[in-house]
């Protein structure tokens, strides 16, 4: 399949599956040695589940089927320009491309609010629409040096 077949495939999920008016307008598909390995599509409202974005659910597949989170030989072919929480999923996932169709303009004239989470991410702390309380309690990096010292940990 062409890099289009791939994007055009997210494109007809994002169709298919916003038709009933549960499911917003986004599809995904993650693709490992030219071939789909995993699809998704919006499921927020179905799911009540604010995580479910195409993005996550094909991510999610994709670690599932390859039995592996490191997705470092996949690539990300998405309807939509992935937004903040899908992109930083994606940088977790280690997958080194993203390729996309509509952007997060033509998402905000839809009524999504991409655009201003992006901007929110860049302002300074005070200045965020949800107040960050930060309490430095003694044992804070307790978790943290247990992790350190365990030989057994899984690194990610």
Sequence with gaps: MKETDFLQRAIELALEHSADGLHGPFGAIIVCADRIVAE???G???????????EI???????????????????LYS???????CLAATYWAHIPRIVFAASA???EQAGF??????????????????????????????????????PQRHPY
């Design 105 to 107: 303009e033509e998402a």
């Design 57 to 75: 659910v094909a991510l999610r597949a994709a670690c599932q089927k390859l039995r592996r989170i490191e997705l470092v030989d996949c690539t």
């Design 40 to 42: 998704g599509w919006n």
């Design 113 to 150: 609010l991409d655009r201003q989470l992006y901007a929110e991410f860049l302002a300074n702390d005070a200045d965020k629409k949800i107040e960050l309380v930060q309490i430095e309690l003694v044992n804070r990096t307790a978790p943290f040096e247990r992790w350190l010292n365990n």
């Design 79 to 85: 309807s939509c320009k992935p937004c903040p929480m």
């Design 44 to 54: 927020v409202v179905e799911r009540v589940d604010p995580t479910a974005h195409a």
